[in-house]
Each structure stands twice: as structure tokens, then as C-alpha cells.
């Protein structure tokens, strides 16, 4: 049974490009919600989605935006990049209802 | 103010010692909240849920005061494994975490 994936591992992107994370959720849960960790922080939350809508939304800008797909997987995509979004970024899937939600291994991006 | 606040540590304990920690959240509508385990540069991983007043898993006990809004976590008899970061989270229509609890259990 696979857990919460995500690609890449790790990104490179320079100020101003724009990137696409992707998320694949664990076998059996249908909403998917993102979240930015700064290094020695929590992770915040970006947004939630469920049934290919966003449902919740965090305090981020529009810069951010994400998509859910019919197979409930999932992109976030950020776009202006600044250098301030150097960050992992958290990816974590849940069933609907549930209140507990699993994480998967993270994209560390770097903006320079 | 943050929606949760965690005292940062660093907590050194040597093996088998007792180590308990708080954090403090501000909703007084979260429902629910949870203990996450996070080692360096990984993910975080559940380690319990708290719906009640408490739980209790193995040597991990949580407790709830709704009264004054904090959870706290108590580990005993600590593992050189147990070393990480604790992260507090409550649960209103999001997660929300603190920054987490640095737990370093020594030989």
C-alpha cells in the first residue's frame, strides 16, 4: 500500500520562474492539502482539495494556485517565484471526514 | 498571536528519563488535535490523536485542558530513538502547527 508521494525531491529555480509540485495521495483518500515548512518553523498551510475544488485556503497569495485531478492526486504551482519561497513543501492526503492526515516525503525547493 | 506555541527546547534527557512538554493553542473551537514526530529534513509523521482529555499509546501519554487551552506530551522511559522534533497541531477547519519541540535523548 503506498503511502503519499511527491515529486521532485528537489528543485532549483531561479527569481521570477515558476514552479509545479505534484502529489499522489495515499490508496483510498480523496482530499489533498499542501504546506510550506521554513527552515525551524511548522509547516503552514496552503490549501485543501476535495473533489478536484479548492475547499480551504491559508493566508498565501494568489501567487500560489493548485489543481486536483479526477484521480485525486494533485499539483501546487507557484509562480513570480521569490526568494522567500525556499521551503519544503508538504503534500498530505486524508479521507474525507477524517481529521487525521498523512504526510509524504516533501519537495525541497530553492529559489536563487 | 500564533494559532499554537510550543516551548522550542532543546530538552536533553538521557535514556530512560521522563520528558514532558506543553504547547498552548488559541481556537477555542479546535475540536481535535494531534503530536507529530519530525525527524531532521524528513516529514512529519502522526503519533497520536487527541479528541478527548487525553490518550495514551506505549511510553507517549497526551493530555487535553480545554480549560486552559494546552496538550501536553509526556514520553517515558526515553529511547535513544525518541530523539526529534515534536510538533503540536490543532484542528479547526485546517491543521495548524506549532514550531515544534526539540527532543534530544542521550546514551
Known amino acids: 500500500d503506498a503511502g503519499v508521494t511527491q515529486s521532485p525531491t528537489h528543485l532549483i529555480k531561479t527569481r521570477g520562474q515558476q514552479v509545479t509540485l505534484r502529489c499522489s495521495p495515499k490508496s483510498g483518500h480523496d482530499t489533498v492539502s499542501w504546506y510550506q515548512q521554513a527552515l525551524g518553523q511548522g509547516p503552514q498551510f496552503i490549501f485543501q482539495y476535495y473533489e478536484e475544488e479548492e475547499r480551504q485556503r491559508g493566508n498565501f497569495p494568489d501567487r500560489f494556485s493548485g489543481h486536483q485531478f479526477p484521480n485525486y492526486s494533485s499539483e501546487l504551482n507557484v509562480n513570480a517565484l521569490l526568494l522567500g519561497d525556499s521551503a519544503l513543501y508538504l503534500c498530505?492526503?486524508?479521507?474525507?471526514?477524517?481529521?487525521?492526515?498523512?504526510f509524504g516525503p516533501g519537495t525541497r525547493l530553492t529559489v536563487t | 498571536r500564533k494559532e499554537v506555541e510550543q516551548d522550542p527546547g532543546p530538552f536533553n534527557v538521557p535514556e530512560g528519563a521522563t520528558v514532558a512538554f506543553n504547547c498552548t493553542y488559541s481556537?477555542?473551537?479546535?475540536?481535535?488535535f494531534f503530536w507529530y514526530r519530525q525527524d531532521c529534513r524528513k516529514e512529519p509523521k502522526l503519533l497520536m490523536s487527541?479528541?478527548?482529555s487525553g490518550n495514551e499509546d506505549g511510553r507517549f501519554t497526551a493530555q487535553l485542558n480545554r480549560a486552559s487551552q494546552y496538550i501536553s506530551l509526556l514520553i517515558r522511559d526515553s529511547k535513544l530513538s525518541d530523539s526529534a522534533t515534536y510538533l503540536c497541531v490543532s484542528n479547526d477547519y485546517k491543521l495548524s502547527f506549532g514550531a515544534g519541540t526539540t527532543v534530544t535523548v542521550r546514551a
Open positions: 487527541v479528541y478527548s
Open positions: 481556537n477555542s473551537a479546535s475540536q481535535s
Open positions: 498530505a492526503s486524508s479521507s474525507d471526514g477524517a481529521y487525521e492526515q498523512y
